[in-house]
């Protein structure tokens, strides 16, 4: 029988998040039903419901950094079982016939990835959903391949977030194989940036934080940082030239990248992992006269996600979390917004009976 739901949805760019109940789908037999009791709120999760992209669809249920517990297995469940940690992060299926899902990195797939949100959804019809709703509710069924473990040693709460801040800082990190001897910066001391700090330092990268103000030098050291530089300060940016073989840029807001590049070592990369809805020029002299790069980078596929949810539990790193209840999330926006969050605000699911 469909899974009755209570959620937290939007149902316009200018109205703020409200309680909503609607069905998940009978799981099939290949589907994994999971008692959603932590979700992550992410950046992207508040461009979406603004409409920033000009795509949204409403109402729309936003989240997809999910940790819960499994609830209900299909007959061709092999990979989980009731009662299983489990996660689900921001993809629930995929064409599994292009190159890209053929080597496991679905997150690129050519047609297009299913998002856990907001994506057309075939599945949804037998209840009356025609596009995918995400995490910020009480329950979820997704396909057993694009569902992951949660390590015993990785609190659900914490662990939320590493659905997407974890794997989106950690896939440029392994791709651009950093590990000891690397020298990393890290643009932007938020959900992302703090990732970011912790796994390249668990990687053995010597890691600078790059910041507008000193405010979170004290958060950046304790996380793993053994530099700190003020990107307003030109002096201390122009000594800082040269310096690293990557850095990582979490801004999801227009900002300045040229004076970065130069910071930038012969052939050094600056990955960009924001998502800004607006161009950032950039001079094409300070690429080519070190070889330098720009690149993007998006979340990881379900294989990856997986080997980071294992580095994490073996070195220890989980998100920096201030946890709400489901009817603070439109206070969470808000102070989203002006970067008041140390590091990602993690709705917990079990308050939704007493919201919705």
């Not at 070889?291 to 990881?300: D, F, H, M, T, Y």
Request: net charge negative; hydrophobic share 40%; with cysteine.
């Amino acid at each position: 029988m469909p899974i009755a739901t209570r959620a937290f949805a939007a149902t316009a760019s200018d109205q703020p998040l409200a309680p909503y109940s609607f069905d998940r789908r009978d799981p099939g037999a290949d589907d994994v039903a999971i008692d959603i009791k932590f979700a992550g709120v992410c950046h992207s999760d508040l461009h979406i419901v603004k409409n920033d992209l000009g795509n949204t669809r409403y109402p729309i249920v936003p989240g997809h950094e999910i940790a819960g517990i499994v609830s209900a297995v299909g007959a061709n469940v092999t990979r989980f079982k009731v009662g299983d940690r489990v996660g689900v992060g921001c993809m629930v299926d995929s064409c599994r016939q292009c190159q890209p899902c053929q080597d496991g990195e679905e997150q690129y797939c050519v047609p297009g990835m299913t998002q856990t949100y907001g994506s057309p959804d075939p599945k949804g019809a037998e209840v009356g959903q025609a596009i995918t709703q995400g995490g910020y509710s009480t329950a979820i069924v997704v396909d057993q391949n694009y569902v992951v473990t949660i390590p015993d040693s990785l609190p659900l709460d914490a662990a939320a977030p590493l659905l997407c801040a974890g794997i989106t800082t950690y896939s440029p990190l392994k791709h651009w194989n950093i590990g000891p001897g690397s020298r990393v910066a890290v643009i932007g001391l938020g959900g992302l940036g703090h990732m970011a700090v912790k796994q390249a330092a668990a990687m053995g990268a010597e890691v600078t934080v790059l910041s507008t103000s000193d405010r979170k030098r004290a958060d950046a050291e304790r996380m793993g940082a053994k530099h700190f530089l003020i990107n307003t300060d030109k002096a201390a940016m122009k000594a800082a030239g040269e310096s690293f073989d990557l850095i990582i840029n979490t801004v999801s807001a227009t900002h300045e990248i040229s004076n970065h590049v130069g910071l930038l070592a012969k052939d050094g990369t600056m990955v960009m992992l924001g998502l800004t809805t607006e161009g950032l020029p950039v001079f094409a002299m300070g690429l080519l006269w070190r070889r330098r790069s720009i690149a993007g980078s998006l979340i990881g596929g379900i294989r990856e996600t997986q080997e980071m949810l294992d580095f994490c539990a073996a070195h220890d790193i989980a998100c920096d979390i201030e946890t709400i209840a489901p009817e603070q999330i439109n206070e969470a926006y808000e102070r989203m917004e002006k970067s008041d969050v140390r590091y990602r605000f993690v709705i917990d699911v079990s308050k939704m009976a007493e919201a919705a």
